[in-house]
């Protein structure tokens, strides 16, 4: 199934696409893109379905670092070029749209 | 003479055995008398009477037990016997509404389907959702009650950290630890969510929300766990018709 392309969807894409070679954990991404981090996972979720994006866990000791590992999620090479191209020809969403999103979280 | 409080309670627990006589009595008349269409009655009569029985505060000790069970509800800060009872009342009608669809469902087999698998995910999210001490979870170890002393005390983590300081009691960036009871319950709410879907996507779906969760702003929280559960039902679905089409490419099981 294809995948759509949502705002949701463009807002992580894009969040994505500012470094493609860059790992990025579910909350920095959350924060880059506005959208509340119960929205970005199953966007996350289906992107890597698709291929587009390669995810894997943290390598820490969890009692040393005093936290839990992370996710971190990363575009793969095909995805980085499927990201852009989708992204071009996808609608723009209109500004007050992506205003609204940031207010509510991304659950609009 | 027996204070008000002790007559309250005896009054109530007649109440209670009448309503179970009286779910029990349709269920046997039903079943004698109308075996046909009345299998709904049947049904509903069933589910009400194992709920009350089961919902029942048995007096523990000839009628006191139950009273100083109270009292001492009452004394407790932070909890409300009436809102501990509004919540048993709420999840014996969910029980009861949900188990009447699954067994109408059965007994009924020229309806659709869908009432039999709503009743039945219903009935598990009611019961998977109850406040059950020292039940044992899945394998990453996050049990209800683990969920609770995690956030509180920091004295249990999660599936990949152990040891004080790790998992959401880590340092915030705030000092502000927000509503914990009300972060507490939605806490388990994940628990429970998690136990609907495949057992690996599961795991890792609660053990991301905890990642995140030890690491994002204590005031933004709530929010975020709220934005969690109210993605859930899709992921639930999604990750199911995934697990679906593994099974269905991998084919059927062979013995050995």
Do not use: C
Request: a positive charge; zero cysteines; glycine letters at 12%.
């Amino acid at each position: 199934m294809a995948l759509r392309l949502t705002v949701q969807v463009q807002l992580v894409l894009q969040g994505l696409l500012r470094d493609p070679g860059k790992e990025m954990y579910g909350l920095e991404l959350s924060e880059e893109t506005g959208l509340q981090p119960g929205t970005a996972y199953p966007i996350l979720l289906r992107l890597e379905h698709e291929g587009w994006v390669t995810s894997r866990w943290e390598d820490i000791d969890p009692r040393a670092e005093k936290r839990p590992a992370r996710r971190y999620y990363r575009l793969t090479a095909g995805g980085a070029v499927q990201a852009s191209a989708a992204l071009a020809g996808a609608r723009r969403p209109k500004d007050t749209a992506l205003r609204r999103l940031a207010e509510g979280g991304g659950t609009a | 003479m027996p204070d008000l409080d002790s007559r309250k309670e005896r009054t109530k627990n007649r109440v209670r055995i009448g309503a179970f006589i009286a779910a029990s009595t349709t269920v046997i008349t039903t079943a004698l008398l109308q075996p046909g269409p009345q299998w709904v009655l049947l049904a509903v009569g069933v589910a009400a009477a194992i709920a009350v029985a089961a919902s029942a505060d048995l007096p523990r000790g000839g009628g006191r037990g139950g009273l100083a069970e109270a009292q001492s509800l009452r004394t407790m800060p932070g909890i409300d016997p009436r809102e501990v009872r509004r919540k048993k009342r709420g999840r014996v009608s969910a029980f009861i509404g949900s188990s009447t669809m699954a067994i109408s469902a059965l007994f009924q087999p020229g309806w659709e389907w869908l009432p039999l698998a709503v009743g039945v995910s219903a009935a598990i999210a009611v019961a998977a959702s109850a406040d059950l001490p020292g039940r044992s979870g899945r394998d990453s170890g996050l049990t209800g009650r683990a969920l609770i002393l995690l956030i509180r005390d920091g004295t249990v983590t999660g599936s990949r950290g152990s040891g004080s300081g790790s998992g959401l009691a880590g340092p915030g960036r705030d000092d502000d630890d927000g509503p914990v009871d009300a972060t507490a319950h939605q806490w388990r709410m994940l628990a429970a969510v998690s136990r609907l879907m495949p057992r690996p996507a599961g795991r890792r779906w609660l053990a991301e929300a905890e990642s995140l969760l030890s690491e994002i702003l204590p005031v933004r929280r709530g929010a975020a766990i709220r934005s969690y559960l109210l993605s859930a039902p899709w992921l639930v679905v999604m990750m199911w018709a995934r697990e679906a089409q593994r099974r269905a490419r991998l084919g059927p099981r062979r013995p050995g």
